[in-house]
């Protein structure tokens, strides 16, 4: 068996691994969306090489993940594994990564994909050759995310993005015992606050913006983060305006609501929305929460809110804000770019902690869980990978930090 990293080695995005067993295997295949670099560094190594590949398993619907999937298209058709809601927010994705000239493919690579999708189960075991299986579980990080686990010489768990305590609209993921393991290390540096306290302070500062006649703007990850504010919002007696990608994406979340753990709940709480867009949107913004895309400010009907909303409004950041992003520009700071120019936000705007990845604590207690022989850090800025790996060896862990390129021999 061998395994070679070909993207998310000691970074965030482009997330590729490919595994040899008797067959071939990629793990995932994402696109670095903002990375301010040539293309071929925003896509998995080799990618414009057309890399071979029989079986592909994508763990989720983040573009990170999936954003890199139709250049395998070009002169073959692997098979893409994947859970029935994953489907539909892939393609809502990789539409608009066209759409908006972000991306390396074009609607054939993206129709050819499609249609060598197989709808996979949670909990069923897959035959891919001779030799090898593998089996998805949730981890309990998005609607549809998935934890694979590969069977074959030896066992190899890959977590992909997971969260292992609940969150509103997810269960958390369970670790099982393995050989290899290929984990996140996002923010393997540090804890998440209580999410419960984090919902409190979050719900208290929308009430105080309201009251004074402020818009509460809420920019939000269309796949996931939407949702949870939808949902959150809703337990707390509001009715907010929702905007962009976020709300097709809560219609696929209600029509796999089966796979919430409180469908009821998700569903009462989308019929007190009130859905807009650019024409349907109110003239006056004064007193009003807006749940929007972008959620690290980067395009998106927010860039428009920010410059219409009364100075009694606030900013509400709720989820991360990656490198040479608005988001990332407006907390370190206080600027953003609109049209090619920097400007100053007056509006105040404050950080609340609703990561839906595991903190420090988190992680090592599910490494110890799994109880790997071999442990691959992936998925975290460079010092977030070579700190974890330090931290399990201290544990008494045999665990590494991969590079892009790198490949090993398991035996």
């Known amino acids: 068996m061998k395994?070679?990293?070909?993207?998310?080695?000691?970074?965030?995005?482009?997330?590729?691994?490919?595994?040899?067993?008797?067959t071939e295997i990629l793990l995932d295949y994402g696109y670095k969306q903002y990375k301010n670099a040539p293309l071929q560094e925003k896509y998995p190594i080799n990618a414009f090489n057309h890399p071979k590949a029989k079986n592909v398993i994508l763990s989720h619907a983040h573009l990170d993940h999936c954003g890199g999937l139709p250049l395998l298209f070009e002169n073959q058709n692997p098979r893409v594994f994947t859970t029935p809601p994953t489907i539909p927010m892939i393609n809502l994705l990789l539409k608009d990564s066209i759409k908006i000239g972000d991306a390396a493919f074009g609607k054939k690579h993206v129709q050819k994909l499609f249609n060598n999708i197989v709808k996979t189960k949670y909990g069923k075991r897959y035959q891919l050759s001779?030799?090898?299986?593998?089996?998805?579980?949730?981890?309990?990080?998005?609607?549809?995310?998935?934890?694979?686990?590969?069977?074959?010489?030896?066992?190899?768990?890959?977590?992909?993005?997971?969260?292992?305590?609940?969150?509103?609209?997810?269960?958390?993921?369970k670790p099982e015992k393995t050989d290899i393991l290929i984990i996140e290390s996002t923010y393997a540096q540090k804890d998440h606050p209580d999410r419960f306290e984090v919902e409190k302070t979050f719900i208290k500062e929308v009430e105080k913006t309201v009251e004074t006649g402020g818009v509460a703007l809420i920019p939000s990850f269309a796949i996931g983060r939407t949702q949870e504010m939808i949902s959150l919002l809703s337990m707390n007696g509001f009715e907010p305006f929702v905007a962009g990608m976020g709300l097709k994406v809560s219609e696929i979340y209600q029509n796999y609501s089966n796979y919430l753990p409180n469908p009821g709940a998700f569903i009462k709480a989308l019929k007190k929305t009130t859905?807009?867009?650019?024409?349907?949107f109110p003239k006056t913004l004064d007193s009003?929460?807006?749940?929007?895309?972008?959620?690290?400010?980067?395009?998106?009907?927010v860039l428009n809110y920010i410059t219409k909303i009364n100075k009694n409004s606030k900013i509400f950041l709720n989820g991360y804000q990656a490198e040479e992003t608005n988001g990332r520009m407006l907390i370190e700071q206080g600027k953003i770019k609109i049209n090619?120019?920097?400007?100053?936000?007056?509006?105040?705007?404050?950080?609340?902690?609703?990561?839906?990845?595991?903190?420090?604590?988190?992680?090592?207690?599910?490494?110890?869980?799994?109880?790997?022989e071999k442990i691959f850090c992936v998925h975290g800025n460079e010092e977030s990978c070579i700190a974890f790996a330090e931290t399990l060896k201290r544990e008494g862990f045999n665990a590494t930090a991969p590079k892009n390129g790198e490949t090993f021999k398991i035996q």
């Open 340 to 372: 090619n120019q920097i400007i100053e936000v007056d509006t105040p705007y404050q950080f609340f902690d609703f990561s839906a990845h595991p903190g420090k604590t988190e992680l090592v207690n599910y490494v110890k869980k799994t109880n790997p």
């Open 288 to 301: 009003s929460i807006v749940v929007t895309t972008a959620g690290m400010l980067e395009g998106g009907p």
């Open 3 to 22: 395994i070679t990293f070909l993207g998310a080695g000691r970074e965030v995005g482009r997330s590729a691994i490919q595994i040899q067993t008797d």
């Open 130 to 173: 001779k030799r090898t299986t593998f089996t998805l579980t949730d981890a309990g990080h998005i609607l549809g995310s998935a934890q694979t686990m590969i069977e074959s010489e030896k066992k190899i768990l890959y977590t992909g993005d997971l969260k292992t305590t609940p969150m509103m609209l997810n269960k958390p993921a």
């Open 275 to 280: 859905p807009v867009n650019k024409k349907t």
